[in-house]
């Protein structure tokens, strides 16, 4: 089993209500795992957000922490709902509905990975699901939403950045589509996840990067967007996916040579974002 549900830097001194969170960048395979897969050491990594965090890791230097998952998605994915089960992969789960994620193989413990890969050759018990709710996806979203807790107590709101990548695949194909091909695409599940205002902030300091941002196409935000962004509470959650080709190299899952100017540009970005402030924030309360 993966070692850690999560790994959490705080800042020396809080001092900014956003909180950063990449819950698809877990790279933890042990082998208890693997050998259980169809897949080899370099497939199974093929639907992870590599080295995302290590983009935002410099989070904490701006007032603001940095949540990052153990485990991988592979293994449990913490974008999508507890209950997102998939009969097709899990003995004694009965079909509810239609759910497009878990039709596809892309529920709360994945089927497949990029490309629809098979990772078992077989079905997974009911415990076994359970096992990995109960020690890996809870204890994140547990930590997660206490971190967003403690900004709303502190500055009266918070606001979740949820950390992701995308294919470049799935940029070149809005482009295709006949829009822009985006580097940056922001989710906040069209208007409901947060305060416009705060979207219009982030977005332009992207733009200010130089960098092509759209919103809400191809990801509009998952389960966290749509979970924790309760703007009417004062929680806003936005989903930041960010073209891998920029700073990777795809098919070899590695750095590329611009790794490290992107990693600087971006840090700049992320200062700027970690100076968010909701405009109808409540006032605090005198001590």
């Known amino acids: 089993m993966p070692k850690s549900a999560y790994h959490l830097y705080r800042p020396e001194t809080l001092s900014s209500p956003v909180v950063f969170a990449s819950p698809h ?11 259980h897969t169809v ?3 370099h497939a199974i990594r093929s639907s992870e957000d590599a080295y995302v ?11 603001a922490p940095f949540l990052k998952a153990g485990a991988p998605r592979a293994f449990v994915d913490l974008n999508r709902a507890s209950d997102e089960m998939d009969p097709a992969l899990i003995e004694g789960v009965r079909r509810v509905g239609h759910n497009p994620r878990v039709a596809s193989g ?5 089927r497949v990975v990029a490309n629809g890969r098979s990772i078992y050759r077989g079905k997974l018990p009911l415990a076994e699901a359970e096992r990995r709710l109960d020690g890996y996806w809870r204890p994140y979203h547990s930590r997660l939403q206490q971190l967003l807790d403690e900004a709303k107590m502190g500055f009266g709101h918070a606001v979740l950045i949820d950390c992701h990548s995308m294919p470049h695949e799935a940029a070149e194909g809005a482009a295709r589509s006949g829009g822009v091909r985006p580097e940056i695409v922001l989710g906040d599940r069209f208007g409901a996840s947060a305060d416009p205002a705060l979207v219009d902030r982030i977005e332009a300091a992207f733009c200010a990067a130089g ?9 509009a935000g998952a ?3 749509q979970h924790y962004g309760r703007p009417s509470r004062h929680q806003h959650a936005i989903q930041i996916e960010i073209d891998r080709a920029i700073y990777m190299d795809e098919r070899e ?5 611009n790794f490290h100017a992107f990693r600087k ?3 700049g970005v992320i200062a700027e974002i970690a100076t968010l402030r909701a405009e109808n924030a409540p006032p605090l309360a005198a001590e």
Do not use: H, K
């Open 39 to 41: 897949l080899d050491q």
């Open 211 to 219: 960098l092509v941002v759209v919103r809400n196409t191809p990801f």
């Open 106 to 110: 892309l529920g709360v413990v994945p």
């Open 265 to 267: 540009l971006l840090r």
């Open 25 to 35: 960048s877990g790279r933890d395979y042990p082998w208890s795992f693997l050998r």
């Open 253 to 257: 899952i590695r750095p590329n040579a």
């Open 223 to 225: 389960y966290i967007a």
């Open 53 to 63: 965090d290590r983009l935002f890791d410099c989070a904490p230097d701006f007032g």
